[in-house]
């Protein structure tokens, strides 16, 4: 019984930032790993991002490693991803979702909990 809602998304330039937050209501996010995926127009789900219930270990795609990074505040209920050096190619709706089992994965299918989406949007 988690209630996820996605926000801090927009349009920047190339180059810029954005740090989206996603803010859990119902079951602490300490139950839960949490995972940031991202979806363009025709394309499949894509992985962007992991971290584990207590924050301490993180998994990027190779597409965003050195770039953005994903940190939980988990008194606020909270999972950040900080996006910095952001690229046209990083334009997508983005997405939280939140994992119970144990273990890393990259496939949206072993997540049970989805967020709306927030959309970013980077201009050249």
């Known amino acids: 019984q988690v209630q996820l809602v996605e926000s801090g998304g927009g349009l920047v330039q190339a180059g810029g930032s954005l740090r989206l937050s996603c803010a859990a209501s119902?079951?602490?996010?300490?139950?839960?790993?949490v995972g940031w995926f991202r979806q363009a127009p025709g394309k499949e789900r894509e992985f962007v991002a992991y971290?584990?219930?207590?924050?301490?270990?993180?998994n990027y795609a190779d597409s965003v490693k050195g770039r953005f990074t994903i940190s939980r505040d988990n008194a606020k209920n909270t999972v950040y991803l900080q996006m910095n050096s952001l690229k046209p190619e990083d334009t997508a709706v983005y997405y939280c979702?939140?994992?119970?089992?144990?273990?890393?994965?990259?496939?949206?299918?072993?997540?049970?909990?989805w967020g709306q989406g927030t959309q970013v949007t980077v201009s050249s």
């Open positions: 971290n584990t219930q207590t924050g301490r270990s993180t």
């Open positions: 119902g079951r602490t996010f300490s139950n839960y790993a």
């Open positions: 979702a939140t994992k119970s089992s144990v273990g890393l994965s990259h496939d949206p299918r072993r997540y049970g909990y």
